[in-house]
Each structure stands twice: as structure tokens, then as C-alpha cells.
């Protein structure tokens, strides 16, 4: 008889299990890579009103952020000769911009740090999940701008439109509850509990009882960093301890590099880029990238638990370089009667124009599946007890590199040509793109707390593979043995807090 096939005599203390109800399997520790106990409490979730109410709160401060980002693209060219009796120039447009994401920049790293000790209740009116509403809050933007193309004080009306998502936020913020693990790490376990049971209210008491103990056991373990050493010391270790310093390499790799295909600027400057190809309202054209994205992001999301993040990234991430490469020749074409530049009011070829829109439109294809949601997936690469500082300094890199791409998108067209900006940012994603081969591993079928032990000993792209191939073992045996709640010991999952 093999390990899996032993019978558990003594389950674990504090296990559910108590060896007279459902029998527990047992796995040797030092072969075991994932954890059967968290694949009982995942096969109890469902999905309830109450955590559809939790997920639609967050999901407001998403469409605010995709509101604020689409609305400065729209607004710019509205403002005309309203200050100092002239239009702005390309750099005033940048620094406006770039005014935008600076807040952002100051949020993501500073709440970061203080997100354990207040809890993501307190800075989710600052820093939200932004998921599927980002794009969407950019699409309500360009299209109520479009709209709004012939009325008095328009870009005003614009910016004042924003409030209106914050004031539902706040109204709804004293009903949002304390994440169960910053409850537990108070020590207020009744609390959790309670959170627990309404957020799973379809899960028994002794599936809430295994949440709880789980998230008690990985808490203990993986806080021994906290309570060992000194914050100094702590900061030391994300960049000399190899498991950390991968994780948080990986996450924001995904997050630069897809600033980094100039996605946003298609946002930002969407009045000028495409008032220059001559469409007369320019805020409907800039319907066009978002509106793909928006739909495109939409499905990548119903495909990435089939496919998989890296699967998606892999797969669907090529459509960007065909894209951006088809950009790039069009511009060309374009631009060869005013010298490889952009021109206001000269009349482009309709055609030329076209290929360009069409472009942008693959472009957009391939960026919605991909990176427009799988840059916010980084919680799960990332060890409990770096998990608040890592996702800050993700997120800071993100929006520093969105900086970097605000300041400087016209004076490429200026100085680069069309043809050679989106030549920049074809490298970049071609870059990213080699790079997530090798340094970007599959989480399909893995929880969020089997996913950060992927880069123990690696940058985990191989590791998946073997995780989830006993994972989807370890279900087949329960299944077959009709086990119900699993209790058991194991190191695998905090290996890299001992090594530390």
C-alpha cells in the first residue's frame, strides 16, 4: 500500500477530523507538495448574495480608477484656450496626465505597509480591486465625453461626474466586513468566525471550523517573520531571500510590462490621437479600444480558470505583437507624405486611416485577454507574510511605469515618429513576453495559499505542473474514498518561512 492509500490513526490536533467520523488520508510530509485540507474548504465555496455584495462594493473602487483614467484622454481637448487664452502644449498635456497617477503611485506604496494593521476594509476606499470595472469605468467616460462634445463647461462636468462612484463607495463602506485573517491576527476569533459563516452561508459548521483553522495554522506559521525580526531586517529578506525577491520579480513583471504596451495611452490621448487621423469627434473614436477591451477583458476572464493565467498570457498574448507590428507599418504608410509624422489637419488616406484603427483594435484584442486582468492577479504569488508589502510595491511599480508611459507618449510622436513609438512598444511586449516564459508560472487549480511555495526553490514554471498534477490526484482519491473533512500534517507549504 502506498503512502496516499494509508488511513490517518491520528489525525492532527486541531484537526476537524477526530479519527471516529470521516477517515483522513495520510501523506508523507517531506513528499507532499499540496494541501488536502484547503481542497476540502474550496469544495465548499459557493457563491452567496452577501459575497456578491462584498465583490460588487470592491469592485466600485475599480470603475472609479477606469473612470479617472478614461476621462483625462476626453477632457484635455475640450479645455481648449480656457488657460492663458491658448491650446496646451504636448508637455502641459503630459504633466496633467502624469498629475492623474502620481496620487496613485503615493497610495499603492504607502497602504500597503499599513494594510495588516488596519485592514483592507480601511484602504479599500483608496486602493481597490479593480478587476472588470476598470475598463468599463473608462468606457462610461469616453462615451458620456462624446456626448458631452457641444455642451458648455464640458470637461468640468467631466471631472465632477467622478464623485458621484466615490459617494456610493463611502455609503456602502460600513456594512463592508474585516478581512477573517487581520481578525485572527488581532486575535478576535469570534469575529472571524462570524465573518466566515456569512460569507460561506451555505457551508456547515464544520467546513467554517476548517476555514478557520487553516487560515489559524497558516497565520502562526507563516508570521514567525513578524515577531523574529525587526522591520529592517524584514526588508532585507525581500530582496536577499531568493523565494521572496522571485515573487515579487514575477508579479511586477506582469504589472510593468503591461503598462508597457501603451495600452493607457490610447486612454489618455484619445482626443489627440485621434483627432490627428482626422475623425471629427475624437471621443468616439476613442470608443473603439475601450469598448474591445471591455468585451475582450470580459472573456478573458470566463476563459483564464479553463486555460490558466500563464496559459492565457502564452496563448493569447502574441495577438498584441501582430497587433502593434500592423500599427506600426500602417503608420508608416500613413505618415510618408508628411515626413514619418503626425500633421493636424492634413487629410490621411481613409484607407491608411482605417488600417491604423484596425490595428489598434487587434492590438486591443490581444491586450484585453491578457494583461488588462491578469496584472491583478499577484496576491496569489505572494507568501502571506509579504503579501500587503509585496502587492504595494507591485502596484507602485505599476503605476510608475504608467508615469513613465504618460509623460512621454507625444513627445515620442514628436521626436520617434508614430511608426517608431509603437515600434518601443512592440519591443516591450515582446520583451515581457520572453521574459513570462520563463519566469511566470501556472496557478490553474491551486489555491492562493499552495500558489507562493512555486518559487521555494525556482521560479516554479515546472513545479506548477507537478502541484497541480497531485492536486487533481489527491481529489480523485477523495472522491473515491469518499472522504469528507481532511486533517493533516505538512511542511511543504511553509518551507519557505523555515528557511528564512
Not at 227 to 240: A, C, V
Not at 294 to 303: E, K, N, R
Request: net charge neutral; hydrophobic share 45%.
Amino acid at each position: 500500500m502506498s503512502p496516499h492509500d494509508e488511513i490517518s490513526p491520528n489525525p492532527r490536533p486541531g484537526s476537524i477530523n477526530d479519527g471516529t467520523s470521516t477517515p483522513a488520508l495520510k501523506e508523507e510530509a517531506s513528499d507532499l507538495i499540496i494541501d488536502e485540507t484547503l481542497i476540502q474548504a474550496e469544495n465548499e465555496d459557493r457563491m452567496t448574495p452577501y459575497l456578491v455584495f462584498l465583490m460588487s462594493a470592491a469592485a466600485l473602487g475599480g470603475f472609479l480608477y477606469g473612470y479617472d483614467t478614461g476621462v483625462i484622454g476626453v477632457a484635455l481637448p475640450y479645455v481648449g484656450t480656457e488657460f492663458g487664452g491658448r491650446a496646451l502644449t504636448s508637455g502641459e498635456q503630459e504633466i496633467t496626465t502624469a498629475a492623474c497617477t502620481i496620487g496613485s503611485i503615493l497610495g499603492a506604496a504607502i497602504l500597503g505597509y499599513f494594510a495588516d494593521a488596519w485592514g483592507r476594509k480601511m484602504c479599500l476606499l483608496i486602493a481597490d480591486l479593480f478587476g472588470f470595472c476598470i475598463p468599463f469605468g473608462q468606457t462610461i467616460a469616453v462615451a458620456i465625453g462624446a456626448g458631452l462634445k457641444n455642451v458648455p463647461y464640458n470637461w468640468r462636468i467631466l471631472f465632477g461626474l467622478g464623485v458621484v462612484p466615490s459617494l456610493v463607495q463611502l455609503a456602502l463602506f460600513h456594512r463592508l466586513p474585516e478581512s477573517p485573517r487581520v481578525l485572527i491576527l488581532r486575535g478576535e476569533d469570534e469575529r472571524a468566525r462570524a465573518v466566515l459563516t456569512k460569507i460561506y452561508s451555505t457551508a456547515g459548521p464544520e467546513v467554517i471550523e476548517l476555514k478557520l483553522q487553516v487560515i489559524k495554522n497558516h497565520i502562526e506559521l507563516t508570521t514567525r517573520l513578524q515577531r523574529t525580526s525587526t522591520f529592517k531586517e524584514r526588508t532585507g529578506k525581500l530582496w536577499t531571500h531568493k523565494p521572496y525577491r522571485r515573487s515579487i520579480f514575477t508579479v511586477c513583471l506582469i504589472q510593468v510590462f503591461g503598462q508597457f504596451t501603451g495600452y493607457n495611452t490610447l486612454l489618455y490621448y484619445a482626443g489627440d490621437l485621434f483627432g490627428l487621423l482626422g475623425l471629427e469627434n475624437a471621443a468616439i473614436g476613442g470608443l473603439i479600444p475601450s469598448i474591445t477591451n471591455t468585451f475582450f477583458l470580459l472573456c478573458g476572464m470566463v476563459m483564464v480558470d479553463r486555460i490558466g493565467r500563464r496559459g492565457l498570457l502564452m496563448k493569447l498574448g502574441p495577438i498584441m505583437v501582430v497587433g502593434l507590428l500592423w500599427c506600426l507599418i500602417s503608420f508608416y504608410f500613413m505618415c510618408k507624405p508628411t515626413g514619418g509624422f503626425l500633421v493636424t489637419g492634413y487629410a490621411y488616406s481613409q484607407t491608411l486611416v482605417g488600417m491604423v484603427i484596425a490595428g489598434i483594435v487587434i492590438f486591443c484584442v490581444g491586450f484585453g485577454s491578457t494583461y488588462a486582468h491578469l496584472c491583478w492577479y499577484q496576491s496569489e504569488y505572494l507568501a502571506l507574510e509579504i503579501r500587503a508589502v509585496g502587492s504595494a510595491i507591485s502596484t507602485t511599480a505599476s503605476f510608475s511605469a504608467n508615469l513613465v508611459v504618460a509623460v512621454t507618449f507625444l513627445s515620442e510622436l514628436e521626436t520617434l515618429t508614430p511608426a517608431g513609438t509603437y515600434g518601443l512598444y512592440l519591443g516591450f511586449i515582446i520583451i515581457g513576453l520572453v521574459l513570462a516564459y520563463y519566469c511566470y508560472p501556472e496557478t490553474k487549480e491551486l489555491s492562493v495559499d499552495e500558489a507562493f511555495s512555486l518559487f521555494d526553490d525556482g521560479w516554479g514554471v515546472k513545479k506548477s505542473i507537478q502541484m497541480r498534477k497531485e492536486k487533481k490526484e489527491a481529489r480523485k482519491r477523495m472522491n473515491e474514498n469518499g472522504s469528507g473533512v481532511v486533517g493533516y500534517e505538512t511542511k511543504a507549504q511553509t518551507a519557505h518561512v523555515e528557511a528564512v
